[in-house]
């Protein structure tokens, strides 16, 4: 009857809202259904509901730097930097524009966690160096995280004692075959940040209209079986020049219904507080996401150098987009709540505190 919901989706709706994770099937299902169905509407608010009340309304802001650019190994299709495609001067950040940026992001200690970005292949020291200047500069509790390509454990034991206490990485969809890596060196990568001491943010990306419900469901579970601390969605973004650019793009309602799947496969475990929806958009902030991310440098999702000017959303942008999709706090880095009003997001209220020449 018109109206009437699924059976099978109310029955695991209730499931995931009595504290039970849901299971491979049960996200297989929920995405079997076109992200305007009701059922698709229940699922994302089942998410919103169940997030928002584990951690009484809070959000988090995450920030990245992108350290340096040039043509990748990785050669990813979906990437601006990718080898093969590749458009971009090659480009590194110097101390000064570094030190700028981080009083950029860290000055109110509002940031949760800050990301430095570099390459498929890097300099250890060169990003060692980076994170320890990071570690004197930030007075306040931003946690430093890093965004690199395939890593060995020692080399994240190296981070961990520059002050890095998480890192993003992922196996991502089709890897092997619309990347030049290999899944298997992914996701050693991510059990040798783990052996290290280090917690693991995963995502499901980049999801794109040619993707399946299988190996959207399959990706975001290997995340979720590491143990990550945090996880997300990301939608593919069709980066002009790239060869995957063709293929389009699925709508922010269909990322929504995506994020609200990894949110219920994964809130009920003890260690998931978090999950980010890429590009941050209002649907994700009502479908269960409560991450949003503040760009600058490099981004792989865009062709201009500098994403803070096109792409990449500043700190402002992120807090007013958290007030306008109803969060009450955000968190800074040591799980402190910052009441979040009309008040704060103008700049009235902060205290400033962030960084180590502000004592
Ligand atoms: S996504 Fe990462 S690994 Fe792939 S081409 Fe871009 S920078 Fe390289």
Redesign the pocket.
């Known amino acids: 009857m018109q109206g009437r919901l699924d059976k099978k989706v109310t029955d695991i709706l209730d499931q995931a809202y009595a504290g039970r994770s849901l299971e491979k099937k049960d996200c297989s299902h929920l995405l079997s259904f076109d992200e305007w169905s009701p059922e698709a509407y229940a699922t994302r608010s089942a998410a919103a509901t169940i997030v928002r009340g584990r951690n009484d309304d809070s959000a988090i802001i995450l920030g990245q730097i992108g350290l340096e650019m040039f043509p990748?190994?990785?050669?990813?299709g979906?990437?601006?930097?990718?080898?093969d495609h590749a458009v971009m001067p090659k480009s590194r950040i110097t101390d000064e524009e570094f030190a700028a940026k981080l009083t950029d992001f860290c000055r109110d200690d509002d940031l949760y966690g800050l990301y430095l970005m570099c390459?498929?292949e890097y300099d250890l020291d060169f990003f060692l160096d980076k994170a320890r200047l990071a570690k004197k500069m930030i007075a306040g509790s931003t946690r430093l995280l890093a965004n690199v390509?395939d890593t060995e454990k020692e080399a994240f034991a190296a981070m961990k004692e520059a002050g890095i206490t998480g890192a993003y990485h992922v196996s991502r969809l089709r890897e092997g075959k619309a990347?030049a890596?290999n899944p298997k060196a992914r996701v050693k990568t991510m059990e040798n940040a783990l052996d290290a001491g280090l917690q693991i943010f995963s995502c499901l990306e980049p999801v794109g209209p040619e993707h399946t419900v299988e190996e959207i469901v399959e990706n975001m579970f290997v995340g979720i079986d590491l143990g990550c601390t945090q996880h997300a969605v990301m939608r593919r973004v069709p980066v002009p020049g790239t060869p995957l650019a063709r293929c389009g793009q699925i709508s922010n309602l269909r990322l929504g219904q995506m994020v609200a799947a990894v949110a219920l496969a994964t809130f009920s475990r003890p260690n998931m507080t978090y999950m980010g929806v890429h590009e941050p958009t209002e649907i994700g902030y009502v479908s269960g996401a409560n991450v949003v991310t503040a760009e600058t440098g490099v981004n792989?999702r865009d062709h201009m150098a500098e994403t803070s000017a096109n792409r990449g959303l500043d700190m402002d942008i992120c807090r007013r987009m958290l007030l306008d999709c109803g969060f009450r706090h955000i968190r800074r880095g040591n799980e402190e709540k910052i009441p979040l009003d009309l008040d704060y997001v103008n700049g009235l209220n902060r205290n400033g505190g962030g960084l180590a020449h502000d004592n």
């Open positions: 990748c190994p990785g050669n990813c979906f990437c601006a930097f990718g080898k390459m498929h390509g990347t890596l792989p």
